[in-house]
């Protein structure tokens, strides 16, 4: 059975950081990806990685801030979130996928139970 288990988010002062993790079970993924939705809007892509190369890919609203990591070993995936600000609040999702479009959540066959991030001003 697949499962995507996160963990990590929270609230934090603007200016902070936190780390998600997204823990894989059942499988191996071509490529993993973190989406965010606040309220009232759609889900938007934040960032994926691929599995065995590693390529990375971030939306333009947190690169430079945002940073993806994996451990194969563990078969999870990491989100670092630096230098935080009220408009990256939101239920962070982890997805997986194995293959389709980066940025398209229905592309993403597997999704883990959404991790809140609450960044106060």
């Known amino acids: 059975q697949v499962q995507l288990v996160e963990s990590g988010g929270g609230l934090v002062q603007a200016g902070g950081s936190l780390r998600l993790s997204c823990a894989a079970s059942?499988?191996?993924?071509?490529?993993m990806a973190w989406f965010r939705q606040a309220p009232g809007k759609e889900r938007d892509f934040v960032a994926a990685i691929t599995w065995n190369s590693g390529s990375e890919d971030y939306a333009d609203s947190v690169k430079g801030r945002f940073t993806l990591s994996r451990d194969n070993a563990k078969n999870t995936m990491y989100l670092q979130m630096n230098s935080l600000k009220p408009e990256d609040t939101a239920v962070y999702y982890c997805?997986?996928?194995?293959?389709?479009?980066?940025?398209?959540?229905?592309?993403?066959?597997?999704w883990g139970q959404g991790s809140q991030v609450t960044v106060s001003s």
């Open positions: 997805a997986a996928v194995g293959g389709g479009s980066w940025h398209r959540p229905s592309d993403y066959a597997y």
């Open positions: 059942g499988r191996t993924f071509y490529r």
